[in-house]
């Protein structure tokens, strides 16, 4: 267990339906990376967040948002799914950047969502 | 668009053997690390080397970096059966600290 929740773990719905994925940071983190993993590709980056802000912007789709609470939990929103959105959802966190430059992840399971 | 590639994208050895996967990138990076993926699974931070380093070792890894030719080289020494996984290097932009990007991933198995 890395510290790092994510719900679901498993997800089907439709094309043109809406889902949210939900990411509990470890304890102590602040910020909050999602990514996106199709079959046996790479990780896309999507978005990041630092307590409540967002910090960086990767490949987000218009149809996806993202947010992070007061309490550093993260949701993110994919609405009018396609086909091409199946895929495994990654968050990770991390304490921040340090002095050093360094931003070290610490990954969850991931949701894998599949779009029929 | 990812940042960075990683070379081969596919490598099959025996135990015992060294392993070497390679990553190269395009911008400035103040860090670079090397994450280890079991098929289906969350990332795991494996080392991380600093835009001022050119080598670091952790127990059987050793890492390279070379900023010159934003290049980067991860060496597993005597592999064993359960090296096999996928690995992949994230690199963190000097314009951004927050912007971090992996590349496709070499996928390593390990033929006991």
């Known amino acids: 267990d890395s510290g790092v929740t994510q719900t679901p773990k498993h997800l089907i719905t439709a094309t043109g339906q809406r889902v949210t994925l939900r990411c509990s940071p470890r304890?102590?983190?602040?910020?909050v990376y999602w990514y996106q993993q199709s079959l046996d590709q790479g990780l896309q980056f999507l978005i990041q967040y630092y307590n409540g802000e967002e910090r960086a912007k990767g490949n987000i789709l218009e149809r996806f948002s993202a947010q992070q609470f007061p309490d550093l939990h993260s949701e993110l929103n994919l609405s009018s799914l396609e086909l091409g959105d199946s895929a495994l959802y990654f968050c990770?966190?991390?304490?921040?950047?340090?002095?050093?430059?360094?931003?070290?992840?610490?990954f969850g399971a991931g949701s894998r969502l599949t779009v029929l | 668009s990812q940042q960075g590639e990683e070379d081969p994208q596919a490598l099959s050895i025996q135990e015992g053997e060294n392993a070497t996967m390679n990553c190269s990138y395009k911008t400035s990076i103040n860090n670079l690390q090397w994450y280890r993926q079991n098929s289906g699974r969350g990332l795991v931070h494996l080392i991380l080397?600093?835009?001022?380093?050119r080598e670091k070792h952790s127990g059987r890894l050793r890492v390279t970096l070379d900023t010159s030719k934003k290049s980067s080289s991860l060496l597993i020494t005597a592999s064993r059966a359960a090296d096999t996984a996928s690995y992949f290097c994230a690199t963190t932009s000097r314009v951004n600290n927050n912007d971090m990007r992996f590349g496709a991933g070499t996928r390593l198995t390990v033929k006991p």
């Open positions: 080397i600093r835009s001022n380093e």
């Open positions: 990770a966190s991390s304490g921040g950047v340090s002095l050093s430059g360094a931003n070290v992840l610490t």
């Open positions: 304890s102590g983190d602040l910020s």
